[in-house]
């Protein structure tokens, strides 16, 4: 049956997503711990002098009257932030392309600073690649919103003594969408510009969708309709999302926690809509196996990482382009389900 041999292949997928992850988040960053680096940096900021480089805000009055123990980012307003005009963010890129350069010239590898790869900046944007296709991804969810939201509202027939819809998940989905948007949207963001604040919103708002959408598979999968039978079904998970994201919050930015918590969350929804389209036997289970396995797959990406090519393009980036498509076959799916529920209802109250 599809159903045993998709659910078979999904959990051998998720079990090498786990241990890759895992593995992933003992990792440490080789480039901040590398003494020349450290140096260069802490020279930058008394001088504001890298080479031929001048930064010029390492020399403001603001940088030089920094409090013992405060952080060098309090100093500074967020727009300024924004737009990279401070002196501890530009010593840090200078100091790591002079760092690179001479790695290179040694025929080393390239290493991470501070959890990232070196990546080339264009103009405001630190990652420009990862900041582009996050926005072309929060443009796909628009436009698959937009197409469903159209088709269950003006296409597809509605109840006759309410004038709802007939698709019982209608206005999940709506949620969805709009989380999926915000996620993407701060995902942008934050490849733009990597600041505290824009950091937090990315990661709550990606630990947000997942959250909602294990929620969203769990209703489906199991045909949850009934309001008191929903509120069973989401408050443990809401409650424990929401914890999560005023930990990571307000207590400690766990990046290691962070990425287990996500992963067993997107693996038991994976192994949810797997099984469930065999089962089931939907029209459009085919659809949903391919996001599956190739969300199962885009996912590796984030596990075995690699260096940026040229400085753009990296795996993380490369993640970010495969879910485009994805996402493009996935508002499909969600189309094709509300036609066949819809059909369905129809013919039974016929």
């Known amino acids: 049956m599809p159903g045993c041999g998709g659910g078979g292949w999904v959990v051998r997928l998720a ?8 593995l992933a988040s003992v990792d440490a960053s080789l480039g901040d711990v590398d003494p ?4 260069c940096v802490e020279d930058c900021h008394t001088t504001g002098i890298i080479g031929e480089n001048i930064i010029s805000h390492c020399q403001s009055p603001g940088n030089d009257d920094a409090s013992v123990g405060s952080s060098w980012y309090t100093q500074e307003p967020l727009y300024m932030q924004w737009k990279q005009l401070n002196c501890m963010n530009d010593c840090r890129y200078y100091c790591m392309m002079q760092r690179e350069g001479e790695r290179q010239s040694c025929g080393l590898n390239p290493v991470k600073y501070h ?3 070196p990546f080339l900046r ?6 420009p690649l990862s900041a582009a296709l996050s926005a072309v991804n929060l443009l796909m969810h628009f436009t698959g919103w937009l197409s469903f939201f159209l088709l269950v509202n003006y296409k597809l027939p509605v109840r006759p003594q309410t004038k709802r819809t007939y698709y019982e998940y209608t206005g999940l989905w709506h949620i969805y969408a709009i989380l999926s948007m915000n996620a993407w949207f701060w995902s942008s963001i934050f490849h733009t510009r990597d600041i505290d604040l824009t950091e937090k919103l990315d990661y709550s708002s990606a630990v947000a969708l997942l959250g909602y959408s294990l929620i969203l598979s769990l209703l489906r999968t199991f045909n949850v309709k009934d309001e008191a039978t929903r509120v069973m079904f989401a408050a443990p998970i809401l409650a424990f999302v929401t914890t999560h994201i005023l930990y990571l919050n307000f207590y400690e930015l766990d ?3 962070n990425m287990k918590v996500c992963v067993v969350m997107a693996v038991v929804q994976l192994l949810a809509w797997a099984i469930w389209a065999g ?5 459009s289970r085919f659809k949903l196996w391919v996001v599956v396995f190739g969300g199962a797959l885009a996912m590796l990406l984030e596990v075995y990482d690699f260096p940026p090519y040229k400085g753009y393009a990296d795996a993380h980036s490369l993640w970010h382009a495969s879910t485009i498509p994805l996402t493009y076959l996935w508002w499909s799916f969600i189309k094709d389900d509300a036609e066949f529920r819809t059909s369905t209802l129809i013919k039974k109250a016929k």
């Open 15 to 22: 079990a090498l997503l786990v241990v890759g992850f895992v």
């Open 36 to 39: 020349q680096y450290r140096t």
């Open 115 to 117: 959890g990232k790869w």
């Open 122 to 127: 264009v103009s405001v944007f630190q990652e």
């Open 255 to 257: 990046y290691g926690w």
């Open 279 to 283: 089962v089931t036997q939907h029209p």
